[in-house]
């Protein structure tokens, strides 16, 4: 790590604490790690960046609706999703100092081994083999165990129930999905997205807003029809296949390749790269999103995960990072491809349908096999006592699930009674059916909100003779535009100055534009606090303005000046910045 990038990373740290971007929680009290609090700029530059997460992910997207759903999530909710039982990470504790570490952060950072996805006992023995202790106080370390990552709380006072403050927010569109399908007027595919906080109870954070205990995830549930998917992409691929991206598979990285292969959107698909191809559509439209942050292309790579790395309900997984100077490579999104795991899981612990009709173009023709039990055949296996138990029981079973018993094994036991072939009426018979019911599958891309930030500010902080410039997408900017008075010698021009300056200032804000406004030391030092937190274009009123109804607007990146009339502010500001910028 070299001092430039620990510089970096400080600088950072100190323009967000003394310009409002982020700082500590709770320091009065000492701080909590991993939480943090927003000032005003960094409340704003969040908000653009998801504004224009919703722009490239539902906005644009006929087939994206959104949705918000409860922080506190019963129970059964981790139970059905296997959260309870998966969601975890290895941690080991001093024996001495009582300090608690994550078992894999402490042996890539001692022994540079990436251990991810490492059974406990494999972990615990590579630390004895090393002859780790406690980088606090030297002590012995326990034998490393999985640790519980959802924080616990109850629903309802005193013995209230066991809830979960969900990490994620893909529960809560798996949940939903019926109704939503039904109010998408029954059409797949149908993405369903979220913003908003989640809690993860981490259990050493570190690296500032890279890992924190709670934070905001922006994401998207995306159900598609799994025989139509090549089809189904073909519609909106145009708008994107041609997208690079720089990806790493897992054959390369189990070949220890580690530069990463360029690749087109068509051409992951093409080459079966991705497992489906709305895998590869969606890491298309996350790659572009990235590059609207100002994060350059070559600095953005798209790494699979191996087997042991993926997530319990992943049958592919694609993480996507950002370099940074002081972490390296970040990741600042996950792509999942989560096929039917959650509903069925839902289906199955809820008791309700999560399944949904696909009707045929044209009817077709299939021969299924009725059956219907024999009641004087299994009377004289189960006994005249039992008929009726047995008789009620098999009511209660699905014919089609009959007969494949049947089928396979020969015989089908109820009450253990084994009912061979001869106790049912089986028929052959031709019908006409127009659909079936299938599972949708699930493609997950999901973004951290807040690491985002960080890698933004990153690639747009610039010194310019010593001094800070934020060089902000100006759609990402806090404020759009700073308005300035010029401080002027004689008091009756100094008023007629601050009082154009605040109807510009009122005009803009009126017409939809973020503005700032500050009439407080000279016009360089207002300069230079508005580059700082990346405003892109400052009015200036002066003693010409009063004579001719024109200011000078400065370039943040250029410090160049010119001059217009007022009337004309409003067109400028749209043709650099955008309309589709304006809240």
């Not at 006992?121 to 980088?135: A, F, G, H, S, V």
């Not at 009817?363 to 039990?373: F, R």
Request: overall charge negative; hydrophobic content about 40%; aromatic content about 10%.
């Amino acid at each position: 790590m070299s001092n430039q990038s620990q510089d970096l990373y400080e600088k950072i740290s100190d323009l967000s604490r003394r310009r409002g971007i982020f700082w500590t929680s709770f320091e009065i009290y000492g701080g909590v790690a991993g939480f943090y609090d927003f000032g005003p700029v960094g409340v704003l530059i969040k908000r653009n960046i998801a504004n224009q997460w919703l722009k490239h992910f539902v906005y644009t997207k006929e087939n994206v609706v959104e949705v918000e759903t409860p922080i506190i999530n019963p129970r059964i909710v981790f139970k059905a999703s296997g959260h309870e039982d998966h969601f975890t990470d290895p941690v080991v504790e001093c024996l001495k100092c009582k300090r608690v570490y994550r078992a894999d952060h402490l042996i890539k950072d001692l022994l540079k081994i990436n251990v991810e996805g490492w059974h406990p006992e494999n972990i615990t023995n590579l630390i004895k083999d090393n002859n780790l202790k406690c980088p606090e106080c030297g002590g012995e370390l326990s034998a490393v165990f999985n640790a519980l990552l959802l924080f616990t709380t109850q629903i309802g006072p005193y013995r209230g129930e066991t809830a979960y403050l969900k990490p994620e927010h893909a529960q809560g569109m798996f949940i939903n999905f019926p109704q939503l399908f039904k109010i998408s007027r029954s059409k797949l595919p149908l993405g369903i997205a979220q913003i908003g906080r989640v809690s993860r109870n981490e259990i050493s954070p570190r690296q500032g807003l890279l890992r924190l205990r709670e934070f905001n995830i922006m994401e998207v549930e995306f159900f598609f029809d799994p025989e139509e998917a090549d089809e189904e992409v073909k519609e909106v691929l145009e708008e994107i296949k041609d997208e690079k991206l720089r990806v790493i598979t897992a054959d390369m990285r189990l070949n220890n390749i580690e530069e990463p292969a360029e690749f087109t959107v068509n051409e992951l698909i093409n080459e079966k790269i991705v497992k489906t191809p709305w895998l590869a559509y969606w890491m298309g439209v996350g790659n572009r999103f990235l590059r609207s942050l100002g994060i350059p292309w070559d600095k953005i790579r798209f790494v699979e995960k191996l087997p042991h790395e993926k997530a319990h309900y992943s049958a592919q997984t694609f993480d996507q990072e950002v370099y940074t100077q002081r972490f390296e490579w970040v990741e600042v999104a996950g792509y999942a491809y989560r096929t039917t795991y959650d509903i069925e899981r839902h289906a199955e612990y809820s008791g309700k349908d999560f399944m949904v009709f696909k009707r045929y173009e044209e009817p077709q023709v299939i021969v299924v096999e009725k059956v219907t039990p024999t009641p004087t055949t299994i009377e004289k296996i189960v006994g005249k006592e039992n008929l009726g138990r047995v008789m009620r029981i098999l009511s209660q079973i699905k014919p089609d699930d009959i007969a494949k018993e049947l089928n396979t094994k020969g015989f089908i036991e109820v009450e253990g009674f084994k009912l061979p072939s001869e106790c049912f009426q089986i028929k052959k018979e031709e019908v006409k059916v127009h659909g079936k019911k299938i599972y949708p599958h699930v493609v997950e891309p999901s973004f951290g909100l807040e690491r985002l930030l960080y890698v933004v500010l990153e690639y747009s902080y610039h010194e310019r003779e010593d001094k800070v410039v934020l060089r902000l997408p100006p759609y990402l900017a806090p404020y759009h535009v700073a308005v300035f008075p010029l401080l002027a010698g004689r008091k009756i021009e100094h008023i007629k100055m601050v009082s154009i300056a605040r109807k510009i200032y009122k005009d803009l804000v009126n017409q939809g534009f973020r503005v700032l406004y500050d009439e407080e030391g000279s016009i360089g030092r207002r300069y230079a606090r508005a580059d700082e937190i990346g405003v892109p274009y400052a009015v200036t009123v002066d003693h010409q303005t009063i004579e001719d109804d024109t200011v000078t607007i400065r370039d943040r990146d250029t410090t160049e000046q010119i001059r217009i009339e007022i009337s004309k502010i409003t067109k400028f500001l749209l043709e650099k910045i955008g309309i589709g910028t304006l809240v």
